[in-house]
């Protein structure tokens, strides 16, 4: 007692023992010692932790086990798309190279068709004709193209591509399937003579 | 006792002291690795395990006014092979196992590229030769997709490839002459290539990945380490497929009458742009060397300019007009020979008696003394101003490259014959499109419009930049305009040539001119540079034509370039659909 409070000891006024030692039966255990309680989940502890680390080592193993697995997927899959990304640039530089001017003109005069700037118009309110019609007055510039493209050098014309290798050949369907197509569209002559297109 | 606690001792002391040394070893190198040698030793396995690829930004495309693709960029391959390790190997067929000979693989790879087995093998040995541990020889450049998977799939091991973008021309040699070419290293040359390099120049970037012993890229090891930036693509006002037509009509014509070059330019009316600009000789972008002559392969309608001749008679009509100094029916009396007071000297081009004509009466015969005499109401000062507003003496608003200014020198510097000859467009130099200008100038109810080319960069985000002014300038009034469009009208009804240019149904405009070509030497060549200039439909102009024929030896005078015009103007007018004219021109009278 360090403190400088005053103090009332409390008497013992009714002389009640502070404790009765009762005649109880005493029950007794084997305590455990102290290094035997901390022991025991000692080795809980470990097993979990070790447990754990294994799961974490079989999961990174599958993850990456997986990753790589994708890695090779993707890196597939990669090298499709760039050979896919190959075949369109080239499919599409030659659509591109055919229908120039050049090609397309040749095409036309190898195929019959004469070019004719002549401009005549019908007027459809009262069926008047402007301009001054005249037939052509022949190829423009025949066959050798005057504007030269060296990208169409051996570029055949539609007329020299051997027989079966047309159009409908080449779009995907099978011959037979694309001519059957072909006959069921053809304009039914009118017998006036003008082809009347079987539009629905 | 005492012994043994001594050696125990001693032993603690230097195993203590071994230790220390190892620890202290060990510290050492650790420090060496981790701290003095780190960034070198990290750099070095990195280097062993990544690989660093260039990423290519595509160079922005050329486009016609539709979106046609006129200069476009493609992925070609370079084939290259490694000297030193070309050696025989086995290739698993479905035979078996064949062991391949560099001689028949290289056979292999010289009948895919065009070239023979032996030239190849020369390649190899000559590598070798220079190097005996040469490791890179090209074998071919830029080779397409097609032949790279064939040569791929013969799987050489001593075969190598190289990405090498290129640039690809798919409508040959249609506006050629416009779009310019690029160098084989991507360096744009000419043309529009080079004009607009700013905006279709790409920037290439650079991408670094890991790679695992199998080639295989190591899963999230890609790292840009600068981003590739695609070039904006140019949008130009020309139509390829009129501009094909005009090309075609102009060389037919030129080769037929043996024309040393010719420009073909046609204009809207309203907005100033040009649907096309056609040159002979035409240069394919695709294969320049095929052009033997340099000065081919630019666009002489942009950067040859001339002696204009009689197509100029039309703007200094439309000047005195707008000067109120003469009517379309003013009367002059014209002769042969004119000899004005200042000393100078105008003749006809061929002699005749005098002539009662009036300004339109001048314009049909074309007459040099007429025009003078008409010329000279106004001051040269006028005059010159007059020239400079509708563009004379200074390049286009198009900016092409090596554009030509055309020669005007200043008023006081004319001589007495200067001042008359510019009067008829001798004496100062235009080239095609400042010709055509005047024309859009005076079609269009004398507001002169830039001349445009390119409508603008689009940027990968659609957003066009440096989109060209279109602000229009007032030169001569609208009445002065109107009263030259209906001279002009009469010239293409009355003039010598009018059976060669006529288009029925539309009422056209047009005047002739025939000049002598400068040699160069402060003199003139025999040649004749005959032209044709003129818009359609007359009542509501709507395009401009302009023909220019240089030295046609076979037929030297304008009947060479009148059925350019025509053909021309008629393909024009169908095209775009113009509505064909209803009344008939006004008839001024050519004489009194």
């Known amino acids: 007692m360090s403190d400088n409070l005053a103090r009332v000891l409390r008497p013992n006024w009714d002389n009640t023992p502070a404790s009765v030692p009762a005649h109880d039966t ?13 022991a025991r989940p000692r080795i809980v502890y470990a097993l979990s932790a070790v447990a754990g680390m294994a799961t974490i080592v079989v999961i990174q193993l599958l993850l990456s086990v997986g990753i790589s697995q994708g890695a090779y997927e993707v890196s597939r899959l990669e090298a499709s798309q760039v050979e896919l990304g190959r075949t369109a640039e080239s499919v599409t530089e ?30 459809l309110s009262d069926g008047a004709v402007l301009g001054a019609p005249a037939s052509a007055s022949g190829s423009q510039g025949g066959a050798a193209s005057l504007v030269p493209n060296a990208l169409l050098a051996g570029v055949p014309l539609v007329t020299q591509l051997p027989q079966g290798s047309g159009q409908g050949a080449s779009v995907g369907g099978s011959t037979a399937d694309t001519s059957a197509r072909t006959a069921a569209v053809t304009p039914k002559t009118a017998p006036n003579g003008i082809p009347t297109p079987a539009t629905r | 006792m005492a012994t043994n606690t001594r050696s125990s001792r001693r032993r603690i002391a230097g195993t203590m002291v071994v230790l220390f040394a190892i620890i202290a070893l060990f510290v050492v190198k650790l420090v060496d690795i981790q701290v003095v040698r780190a960034d070198t030793l990290s750099a070095e396995s990195l280097g062993n395990r990544s690989v660093e690829q260039p990423v290519y930004g595509s160079r922005g495309d050329i486009l016609d006014t539709n979106g046609v693709v006129l200069a476009g960029t493609v992925m070609r391959y370079n084939i290259t092979l490694s000297p030193r390790n070309a050696a025989e190997f086995d290739r698993t067929t479905a035979g078996g196992e064949v062991t391949v000979t560099v001689a028949q693989a290289a056979a292999e790879v010289g009948a895919l590229t065009g070239k023979t087995g032996d030239s190849i093998l020369a390649i190899i040995s000559a590598a070798l030769a220079e190097d005996k541990n040469s490791d890179y020889a090209f074998v071919a450049k830029a080779v397409d997709v097609d032949v790279f998977r064939a040569v791929d799939k013969l799987e050489i091991p001593w075969i190598y490839f190289e990405k090498n973008p290129s640039r690809v021309y798919p409508d040959g040699a249609v506006a050629g002459n416009l779009i310019g070419f690029v160098s084989s290293g991507g360096d744009a040359q000419a043309g529009l290539e080079l004009g607009q390099d700013a905006c279709l120049a790409s920037t290439n970037g650079v991408e670094t990945y890991e790679k695992g012993a199998d080639g295989v890229r190591l899963p999230q090891s890609t790292v840009t380490t ?24 102009l060389a037919k014509q030129a080769q037929a009458t043996g024309a040393a070059w010719g420009t073909v330019v046609v204009q809207e009316v309203k907005t100033g742009k040009l649907v096309a600009v056609a040159d002979y000789p035409s240069v394919d972008p695709n294969n320049v060397g095929g052009t033997a002559n340099p000065e081919d392969r630019g666009s002489r309608a942009f950067t040859a300019s001339f002696e204009p001749g009689s197509t100029f008679k039309a703007l200094t009509a439309a000047s005195v007009l707008d000067a109120g100094l003469a009517t379309p029916d003013s009367k002059i009396v014209a002769p042969y020979r004119y000899l004005p007071p200042n000393g100078a000297n105008v003749n006809d081009s061929s002699g005749h008696a005098d002539l009662n004509l009036t300004l339109t009466g001048v314009l049909i015969e074309s007459s040099n003394t007429g025009m003078s005499k008409f010329g000279e109401l106004l001051s040269d000062q006028q005059r010159y101003d007059y020239m400079t507003a509708f563009g004379l003496g200074r390049p286009t608003e198009v900016q092409f490259p090596a554009e030509d200014s055309g020669i005007l020198h200043d008023w006081q ?36 419009l830039p ?5 603008g960069c689009r940027q990968a985000d659609g957003t066009m930049s440096e989109v060209p002014a279109t602000a229009g300038t007032q030169i001569v009034s609208a009445s002065a305009a109107r009263e030259t469009a209906d001279m002009l009208e009469m010239v293409y009804q009355k003039a010598w040539l009018s059976t060669k240019w006529n288009i029925p149904g539309y009422r056209v405009a047009a005047k002739t001119g025939t000049a ?21 439909p007359a009542d509501d102009p709507e395009y401009v034509v302009s023909v220019s024929l240089a030295d046609p030896v076979k037929l030297n005078s304008s009947a060479a370039s009148a059925p350019i015009f025509q053909e021309v103007m008629s393909q024009v007018l169908k095209k775009y659909r113009a509505v064909p004219s209803g009344a008939a021109a006004p008839a001024l009278p050519g004489t009194w």
């Open chain 1, 94 to 123: 030659d659509l591109v190279r055919i229908s120039s001017p050049q090609s397309l003109a040749a095409n036309a005069e190898a195929l019959g068709m004469v070019s004719n700037s002549n401009p005549v118009y019908l007027r």
């Open chain 2, 413 to 448: 510097n004319w001589d007495n014959q200067t001042k008359y000859a510019t009067m008829f467009g001798q004496g100062l130099t235009t080239t095609a499109l400042q010709v055509s200008s005047i024309y859009q100038a005076i079609a269009n109810n004398g507001v002169r």
């Open chain 2, 516 to 536: 002598q070509m400068p040699d160069g030497h402060g003199g003139y060549t025999h040649g004749y540079l005959v032209s044709v200039s003129g818009f359609a």
């Open chain 2, 451 to 455: 001349v445009q080319l390119v409508e």
């Open chain 2, 226 to 249: 600068s981003q590739a930036e695609d070039g904006g693509d140019v949008v130009t006002t020309i139509d390829s497929d009129l501009n094909w037509y005009v090309q075609q009509v």
């Open chain 1, 26 to 38: 005493r029950h007794i255990e084997i305590v455990a010692t102290r290094d035997q309680r901390q």
